[in-house]
């Protein structure tokens, strides 16, 4: 079992900055890659970035490459997704969450485990 919770987000304008965190319980963190997702109202969760169990191996959705940067520490058993240039499409509840397909996934439907969600708002 891998407990997952969420904290970074807010409101910011175009062009801006924001961090988001993901912190998981449990001592088998490492084992997992880890994944972040966002779901825009009236759309459905779409894929954003993952990151392999190790931290050396990642990828991203063509609409943010570039721009976002997934990264991990297994010691401290969190994840962190730093969102750079941010427009104001990229506003939407974003998610992390961990997937035993340990170099990582695009599929959402192979997460298991997900956090709570964070609001990202950003103005024009």
């Known amino acids: 079992q891998v407990q997952l919770v969420q904290s970074g987000g807010g409101l910011v304008q175009a062009g801006g900055s924001l961090r988001l965190s993901c912190a998981a319980s449990?001592?088998?963190?490492?084992?997992?890659?880890m994944g972040w997702f966002r779901q825009a109202p009236g759309k459905e969760r779409e894929f954003v970035g993952t990151?392999?169990?190790?931290?050396?191996?990642?990828f991203y959705a063509d609409s943010v490459k570039g721009r976002f940067t997934c990264s991990r520490d297994n010691a401290n058993n969190t994840v962190f997704l730093q969102m750079n240039s941010l427009k104001p499409e990229d506003t939407a509840v974003y998610y992390c969450?961990?997937?035993?397909?340990?170099?990582?996934?695009?599929?959402?439907?192979?997460?298991?485990?997900w956090g709570q969600g964070t609001q990202v708002t950003v103005s024009s």
């Open positions: 969450a961990a997937t035993a397909y340990q170099g990582g996934s695009y599929y959402k439907e192979q997460y298991a485990y």
């Open positions: 449990g001592r088998t963190f490492s084992m997992y890659a």
């Open positions: 990151i392999n169990w190790s931290g050396t191996s990642t």
